[in-house]
């Protein structure tokens, strides 16, 4: 019977055929142990000379690292094994024998060489775990969205004007004439919800930022979300909903890859059983200095409460509550154009918006907003930041035909998969890093 690994536990005492490649072994006399993967997950098979023909054995003990396999055996299960099962190997066979030395053996390598051989170690354990989260977690968020009656709405890639910093973004030729890669597909998707109510896109952005940090890429992927007639505090219970979702769809399907990365799931299954927590701008600032949670010449200064949360600042929110923080009602004059502004009771005026702070040195996985609805007031803007007005009139025009109060937000693909997974730095959580430094393979 043709099988994979990750269905092994279907199959106890059942003969299979897998097909994979040879992730490492070790040879004990007559006992022989082969480390297969087959891309749904990792199983011993136990070979013994007597067990199988005398060819079969001279050609399992030619075995190289990679080299790609087919064998058979009888499904076993096997506490003591990572995955619970192995294979009492009754056949193998050689598709194809690594005849040079597999680079990345079992020595150890730095970062740079691994990502420099990215090609090959995506096949590491370690890769392989976190990249069948970004798959989870995609999936999830699709799942949630078709759920709750979001259609998908594609934005282009390529785009005539700037949805932020414009010194962020990447230009191209297109046909003689400037186009950018886009940040986002927000400004496109308030169109979509024009038409069909609630739409999200996912795909591709890009930022020219020139930041060698480990929250930073150059190419990303983000989920944008708009909805007609949602104020920001539906807003934020829909993006609440959504990452609990994500969260316990990862504990529910990826313990294997959870265990390979060794993460602690205290926190992430806290989140999914309690509230988040809720604080305005002003209340994150006076707690972060009255507690002493953040240190340096920036607290003294009158500027500091209308400074932006800087990283210290999101490490230490996240680490006092342990769980995701949404930070609200931030500055209007240090948040996007497009966001809708009041003007608090001590006349500051203030943006109607929140980021998401992701506990354990999560940092922003969230930005979102309600967005202004009014024409003029929206123009007022634009015009008051020197943007170029005729480049912003498709943009305004769903303001002019009936326009209506909504919401949205984007959360960042990797900078979520970096959170839930544990790992370091940003560049793990895809597949072909693009950032300032790196651009290959």
């Not at 096997?78 to 053996?105: K, N, V």
């Not at 949602?230 to 399907?253: F, G, P, S, T």
């Not at 919401?407 to 544990?422: D, M, Q």
């Amino acid at each position: 019977m043709q099988a994979i690994i990750s269905k092994l536990s279907d199959l106890v005492g059942q003969a299979v055929t897998l097909k994979g490649w040879a992730y490492n072994f070790r040879s004990s006399g007559k006992i022989f142990f082969l480390q297969l993967r087959d891309g749904s997950g990792f199983v011993q098979v136990v070979y013994s000379a007597a067990e199988i023909s005398e060819e079969q054995w001279e050609s399992l003990n030619t075995l190289t690292i990679e080299s790609s396999v087919e064998v058979t055996g009888v499904v076993k299960a096997e506490p003591r094994a990572p995955s619970g099962f192995e294979l009492t190997g009754t056949g193998f066979g050689m598709i194809q024998r690594t005849e040079e030395e597999y680079p990345i053996g079992k020595k150890e390598h730095g970062p740079e060489f691994l990502f420099d051989n990215r090609d090959l170690a995506l096949r590491t354990k370690t890769t392989w775990a976190v990249l069948r989260i970004r798959d989870r977690v995609f999936y999830s968020i699709e799942q949630f969205f078709h759920e709750e009656g979001f259609v998908r709405f594609d934005t282009p890639i390529l785009q005539p004007t700037s949805c932020e910093d414009t010194t962020q973004l990447f230009t191209v030729d297109y046909y003689g004439d400037p186009m950018y890669l886009s940040q986002s597909g927000q400004l496109y998707s308030e169109a979509g919800i024009m038409t069909f109510g609630k739409v999200y896109d996912f795909g591709p952005v890009f930022r020219a930022e020139k930041s060698k940090t480990r929250h930073h890429l150059s190419e990303l992927w983000m989920m944008d979300a708009e909805m007609a007639f949602h104020d920001q505090a539906m807003n934020m219970d829909v993006q609440e909903r959504m990452v609990k979702r994500i969260v316990k769809d990862v504990l529910d399907h990826c313990a294997q890859e959870l265990k390979i990365l060794e993460r602690d799931t205290t926190v992430l299954q806290r989140l999914v059983d309690e509230p988040f927590v809720h604080l305005t701008h002003a209340e994150a600032k006076r707690i972060l200095k009255e507690e002493g949670l953040v240190t340096g010449e920036g607290t003294q200064d009158d500027t500091y409460w209308q400074d932006d949360m800087s990283t210290e600042e999101e490490i230490a929110l996240g680490n006092k509550y342990k769980l995701p923080v949404f930070i609200e009602n931030y500055p209007a004059e240090i948040k996007s154009f497009y966001m809708k502004r009041f003007t608090d009771e001590q006349g500051i005026v203030r943006a109607r918006c929140a980021d998401l702070i992701a506990p354990e040195e999560g940092r922003e996985i969230i930005g979102g907003s309600q967005r202004e609805e009014s024409y003029e007031e929206l123009k007022k803007e634009i015009i008051d930041r020197n943007y170029p007005l005729a480049e912003y009139e498709w943009y305004l025009n769903t303001r002019k035909f009936g326009s209506v109060p909504h919401s949205g937000f984007g959360i960042g693909l990797e900078r979520t998969v970096r959170w839930i997974s544990g790992v370091h730095h940003i560049r793990e959580t895809i597949a072909f890093p693009r950032m300032l430094n790196r651009m290959k393979p």
